[in-house]
T-cell receptor, first 116, second 111 residues
């Protein structure tokens, strides 16, 4: 099955600085790479995703970069704000079923702390 | 849209009892997923369905776990008999085009 490694497990940055979270995966056939944000006691929520036909995607202060050759992708958050504090998860499809969406294999998560 | 609806929100049960978790996916979504979240193991995929058909149940931990999707608007995850190590938050998610929407989860405590 798919293996996803996520680093770091905890990241503390000053408000206004940038944060970068990295993930590596094992199955080169993967072609969909979402990132989820989970606030304490809440459900995971999709914040951005990238398909394998592009190398970078940006949405306001967040961006994701993908390197398919190296099998890694990263989440970038610029101008961090207190409300960015949460646990962030990367994910990769666990298998390719050929029909409909596929279940996700998640990284272990990164606890992002924004220091005021 | 009300989103993915899960019930109950919290469940406390005694070891050995049967537990049934319920999920109503977003209308029109054709894929449904059950995940389990614990501090030790993180978010794990248990089973998922496409068009009500189970596709991959390799994540189901033991035969004590079973899941059904009798129609496009309802799914259940059953644990029988339950054990303390089953204590976790169980999330249901649904999807139409890859992007999954999660429900608020069921926090299960087995004592």
């Amino acid at each position: 099955g798919e293996n996803v490694e996520q680093h770091p497990s905890t990241l503390s940055v000053q408000e206004g600085d940038s944060a970068v979270i990295k993930c590596t995966y094992s199955d080169s056939a993967s072609n969909y790479f979402p990132w989820y944000k989970q606030e304490l006691g809440k459900r995971p929520q999709l914040i951005i995703d990238i398909r394998s036909n592009v190398g970078e995607k940006k949405d306001q202060r967040i961006a994701v970069t993908l390197n398919k050759t190296a099998k890694h992708f990263s989440l970038h958050i610029t101008e961090t704000q207190p409300e960015d504090s949460a646990v962030y998860f990367c994910a990769v499809p666990s298998m390719y079923s050929g029909g409909g969406a596929d279940g996700l294999t998640f990284g272990k998560g990164t606890h992002l702390i924004i220091q005021p | 849209d009300a989103g993915v609806i899960q019930s109950p929100r919290h469940e406390v049960t005694e070891m050995g009892q049967e537990v049934t978790l319920r999920c109503k996916p977003i209308s029109g979504h054709n894929s449904l997923f059950w995940y389990r979240q614990t501090m030790m193991r993180g978010l794990e995929l248990l089973i998922y369905f496409n068009n009500n058909v189970p596709i991959d149940d390799s994540g189901m931990p033991e035969d004590r776990f079973s899941a059904k999707m009798p129609n496009a608007s309802f799914s259940t995850l059953k644990i029988q008999p339950s054990e303390p190590r089953d204590s976790a938050v169980y999330f249901c998610a649904s999807s139409l085009n890859r992007d999954s929407d999660f429900g608020s989860g069921t926090r299960l405590t087995v004592v």
